[in-house]
């Protein structure tokens, strides 16, 4: 089975426009994400709509590719850069352009959903520990799962799922294990082109989870479990706490 990753990248963020670009120490946020995603892939693109940021990849010697400005969501980005590139790979991972610190077991357990030949549509998520305390889990901008036996998604949901009824909220953690999302994305390829196509649902403009589109109309999300947490950067807040992280690190 052949994989692909694409690397979606805008340069017009609304919380913090440039921020591909960043410095970090060093190296930019995109150039950092490509070198650790590169360290498991050998076929990895950008896809952004930028030219700033397409000769920067250019520039490190990275692949890009241009796409439409119009898209709303990274896996659209994904898909046209996918078809432009002329792949002919089975599976294209979707890995977010601001987690410079993203694992290699982390790609790896992504890639390993797809041993499944019923895999349509993969992600991962991380159990909460009870270190994280109740303010973690009740965060609205860290959306939950809960799965299946066959490991697959039920629902996604920037509420707290399931709710204990028999517990007070403090003891929730000790009680249940909850799944927090980690937004990376894989998808076979001709699912990929499919779910492009279908319209907003109820349920994703209800919670602004674009993967509950996907729900809705019948597909399934294998879901991989996943222990190392990432480190995604939304706003210059969270590019500080990066820097005094990347300060630790030899990446």
Not at 147 to 155: H, K, Q, V
């Amino acid at each position: 089975m052949k994989f692909i990753a694409i690397i979606p990248a805008r340069y017009a963020s609304t919380r913090f426009p440039g921020k591909p670009l960043v410095d970090m120490r060093g190296k930019s946020m995109i150039q950092r994400v490509y070198e650790q995603v590169s360290g498991v892939l050998d076929t990895v693109y950008v896809a952004t709509d930028d030219t700033r940021i397409y000769d920067a990849v250019q520039a490190f010697g990275g692949r890009a590719v241009m796409t439409s400005e119009a898209h709303r969501s990274g896996t659209d980005r994904c898909y046209e850069a996918y078809c432009r590139i002329a792949g002919d790979e089975d599976v294209i991972i979707n890995i977010q352009g601001d987690e410079p610190f993203i694992q290699h077991r982390q790609i790896e357990d992504i890639m390993a959903c797809f041993a499944d030949a019923d895999t349509q549509i993969a992600t991962l998520v991380k159990p909460f520990a009870e270190d994280d305390g109740v303010e973690a889990l009740f965060n609205p901008n860290s959306p939950k799962v809960v799965l299946n036996d066959r490991s697959e998604a039920l629902y996604f949901s920037r509420s707290v799922i399931p709710y204990l009824r028999n517990y007070p909220q403090e003891e929730w953690l000790s009680h249940h294990t909850f799944y927090k999302h980690i937004g990376m994305y894989a998808y076979r390829a001709d699912v990929l082109g499919e779910i492009t196509r279908l319209p907003q649902s109820s349920l994703e403009l209800a919670e602004s989870l674009e993967q509950l589109r996907w729900l809705q109309h019948g597909y399934r999300v294998k879901v991989g479990i996943t222990t190392q947490e990432t480190i995604g950067i939304d706003t210059p807040a969270d590019l500080a706490r990066a820097l005094t992280f990347l300060d630790t690190l030899t990446i």
